[in-house]
């Protein structure tokens, strides 16, 4: 994808598992590393020569987008290529997390983002919870799991309370996945009540999938990708000149 340098890592985790994580972009990145954690089961298979097997997911298939803005990104595997369903809020996973954005942290001394989708939603914002003071530039939250499904778990038990950075809540209007409706954005907003939240919906997409909440549906911003790339960049870029 273009000109931007991709590569893989394996990082060692706490008992004996590994995360491996898709490096792109970031010796060209000139304004953030954004750390990527995609949606469904996160089982996006990444091969060591960088191949994904699983590439359709919003935050997965936008990485060269988001090289062409100035931005680095870590795209975010399952942990030890199992599913993490019901998992992404838990204080094991937090741990995970910080991992991940110790290593993000050492790639550059660029401002480093967290940005989740659908289930991925909820990884971003415990990673946003446990973060260290100062760590992360902010967090930003797409078409998220607010609606108790079969995860068992949804953004709002990822300790939205202890997320201390600015956060943007994106929602399309057409979503029409049933545990990511579009009108449960403000209340996401307000469970995060000591960061500067906000507020901002999309609309459109093209339904290529019979499942309502696949990554080629409105839910995944299938077929709008650049408008809501340029509604995130606009949204940082605001956070930043602050």
């Not at 020569?49 to 935050?59: L, S, Y």
């Amino acid at each position: 994808m273009g000109a931007s340098t991709a590569s893989v890592r394996d990082l060692p985790l706490a008992g004996g598992e590994y995360q491996r994580v898709l490096v792109y972009g970031v010796k060209t990145a000139t304004r953030g590393v954004i750390v990527m954690f995609p949606g469904g089961s996160g089982e996006i298979d990444i091969e060591r020569d960088g191949t994904i097997a699983h590439g359709d997911n919003f935050v997965v298939r936008t990485r060269e987008s988001w090289a062409r803005r100035g931005y680095g990104v870590v795209i975010v595997d399952a942990t030890g290529h199992r599913s993490l369903r019901g998992e992404r809020s838990s204080a094991a996973y937090a741990a995970d997390t910080q991992e991940i954005l110790t290593f993000a942290r050492s790639l550059s001394g660029l401002p480093i983002w967290v940005m989740g989708t659908s289930q991925g939603s909820i990884a971003a914002m415990n990673a946003a919870a446990h973060a260290r003071p100062r760590e992360l530039a902010g967090v930003v939250l797409t078409e998220s799991v607010s609606i108790l499904g079969k995860s068992r778990e949804t953004v709002f038990d990822a300790h939205p309370g202890d997320v201390h950075v600015p956060a943007l809540v994106l929602a399309n209007r057409n979503d029409a996945c049933w545990v990511a409706p579009p009108s449960m954005a403000d209340a996401i907003a307000r469970a995060m009540p000591n960061s500067a939240a906000t507020v901002k919906f999309v609309r459109g997409g093209v339904m290529k999938s019979s499942n309502s909440c696949s990554s080629m549906s409105p839910h995944g911003y299938w077929g709008i990708d650049e408008q809501v790339v340029d509604e995130i960049d606009a949204w940082m870029r605001g956070i930043a000149s602050t």
